[in-house]
């Protein structure tokens, strides 16, 4: 399957054609629908046919096979055949929040030392655990964030090879998480001047398009484990 997402988080539709399609979900051979992975969920919309008809989208997961989508219908919504020509279309509003903070959860990472021990991108909020025995001023973090944002850096992915990454270790932070990759190669997401680490997730193109950033609780989940919650204002 073509992952068209990876290449272009912006693209919002596709013409595909139906491989299979069973109560594990629909296969295409291209698909712009980011499947949940990496604490990003995955996308919804819909799949339009021919005829007018539209079938509901409500989630994306990955298959078995490398890069392979499975788009979930909503539930005693009839089964293309396999061969369908049909126009895959996210849900676009409720992915460029995902992407806003995603994005988001990148400088959040930046901005404070520690082993990222887990994390989740929400619809509008998202959070991220880290190894800490002291949690970080609340104040100051709000205003480096902010500050970040309005400064307009530049987001974009680019690829490296896995021996690279393997004498940077430090580009990893979330030991829990397996970086994306494929044929010897492995997949960055580079904030210019603030940040570099392996991603497969959809991200905006520039720091100033996420918008106004708000921190909310920072709770302890353990004696060395603090959990930050972020949201868009």
Known sequence: MEPLFRDDAYLTRCEAEVLSAGPEGIRLDRSVFYPEGGGQ??????????DGTALSVVDAR???GPDEVLHLLAERSPLPAPGTRVTAEIDWERRHRHMRMH???HLLCS???GEVTGG???DGKGRLDFALEAAPDKVWLQEALNRLVQEDHVVRPRWIEDAELAARPELVRTMSVKPPSGAGRVRLLEIEGVD????GGTHVRSTAEIGALEVGKIESKGRQNRRINLRLA
């Open 103 to 105: 994005t988001s959860l």
């Open 62 to 64: 990955k298959g078995e």
């Open 196 to 199: 570099l680490q392996p991603c």
């Open 41 to 50: 969920p995955g996308d919804s919309g819909r799949l339009l046919l021919a």
């Open 111 to 113: 901005l404070i030392e």
């Open 120 to 122: 989740q991108v929400g």
